[in-house]
């Protein structure tokens, strides 16, 4: 499924920003588990008062919040867990807006037109045909730096279906754009399908004919009411929050793993000219080069952390020819190599479990 860009490539606008139910479900499971979540909190730059009031958050605080609370719990697959507990109705307009549609296919258009009510960095996308297939891309924020939000929007999402039509829908597939090296039996038994990671994609598949599923409680009256007030929510929401940074980081991460992020591609999907792309970047003071570089060295930091990926592995997915290329660009990022890197993670892991 191909991702259109929304954008005037040019414009700068403010960090996107959500509701915080995300981050209110972690703050509740990191309570549950008697762990102070003020601390996790205060290092995202998020006000602990604002959000239990219900105040919007940046997004990016948001994504960086999850992960130091998987952490702290020690749940890798933390956005699994809140997608299973939480209350449906927590969703607010967007669930009622979903829940009184006559059909599922009217629910899912209806959550790719509002959508960025609840989330502005999050673009949803349906398409029909032979399939019923939802995409999700991210714009404003990058994409690479996050797995457990996207994981939770799409196992929510998953949920919130079987929940409308009363059924244990079976998705043909899912595709996230994250790298896993982690067990995958958890996540395949919830979607009950394939799921693939390092995908050029994040989507969601299903038979065609589940867009036709009658939903179990329609409530058209109710329905009226929730599209004028999504209408109007919609209304006070940026149109555009996608600056050109993270634009072009978000179409170059899933590039890497089949070698093609270049430049020539990435202007071809933003439907420009290679030079007219090397002038939009060149005006903010940027290069396609040190965006690829920088967006190397960050997924490499992580990559290291995870004990079961070889470097040949993480060389094939940053798109390096050879793990000698790799090995490298980590004496250049890091100044050691990537064993190095890993001995340094796992001595600092023992000091801070011996405190």
């Keep these: ?23 209110r479900l972690a703050v509740a499971e990191l ?27 940046s997004v990016s605080s948001q994504v960086r919040f999850l992960e130091l609370a998987a952490e702290a719990v020690g749940d890798d697959w933390i956005g699994l867990t809140l997608a299973e507990t939480v209350d449906l109705r927590e969703l607010g307009m967007l669930y009622y807006v979903a829940a009184s549609s006559p059909g599922l296919g009217d629910a899912l258009r209806r959550l790719e037109r509002y959508a960025r009510v609840g989330n ?25 730096l996050d797995r457990h939000q996207i994981e939770l929007l799409m196992a929510g999402l998953l949920r919130l279906c079987r929940h409308l039509v009363g059924q244990r829908l079976m998705p043909r597939f899912v595709h996230f754009v994250h790298h896993r090296s982690d067990d995958l039996q958890r996540i395949r038994g919830l979607f009950g399908g394939e799921v693939q990671f390092d995908a050029g994609t994040d989507e969601i598949s299903f038979d065609a004919v ?38 072009v980081e ?48 960050d997924l490499a930091a992580r990559y290291l952390e995870e004990p079961n990926l070889q470097v040949s ?3 094939w997915l940053l798109g390096f020819h050879q793990p000698s290329a790799f090995s490298h660009a980590c004496h250049r990022w890091f100044r050691k190599s990537p064993s190095a890197y890993r001995r340094d993670i796992e001595l600092m892991r023992v000091s801070q479990s011996g405190r």
């Excluded at 102070?36 to 105040?55: N, Q």
């Excluded at 170059?252 to 420009?272: F, I, S, T, Y």
């Design 210 to 247: 589940v867009a036709e599923l009658p939903l179990v409680d329609e409530d058209p009256y109710l329905n009226e009411l929730m599209v004028a007030a999504c209408e109007a929510a919609m209304a006070g929401r940026p149109s555009n929050v996608s600056p050109l940074r993270t634009t």
């Design 313 to 315: 592995q993480m060389a």
């Design 1 to 23: 499924m191909a991702m259109q860009v929304e954008s005037n490539l040019g414009d700068i606008t403010a960090p996107p920003t959500a509701v915080g139910l995300a981050a």
């Design 31 to 57: 309570q549950r588990r008697n762990i102070d979540p003020a601390p996790l909190l205060a290092r995202c730059r998020i006000s602990a008062v604002a959000l239990a009031s219900r105040k919007r958050i």
């Design 120 to 144: 502005e960095a999050l673009i949803i996308k349906l398409r029909k045909g032979g399939a019923c297939s939802i995409g999700f891309a991210y714009a404003g924020i990058s994409r690479h």
């Design 250 to 297: 978000n179409i170059v991460a899933p590039l890497l793993p089949h070698a093609e992020a270049n430049a020539k591609v990435v202007a071809k999907k933003l439907g420009l000219s290679e030079r007219t792309f090397a002038r939009r970047l060149a005006a903010e003071r940027l290069s396609f080069g040190g965006i690829l570089d920088d967006l190397r060295r």
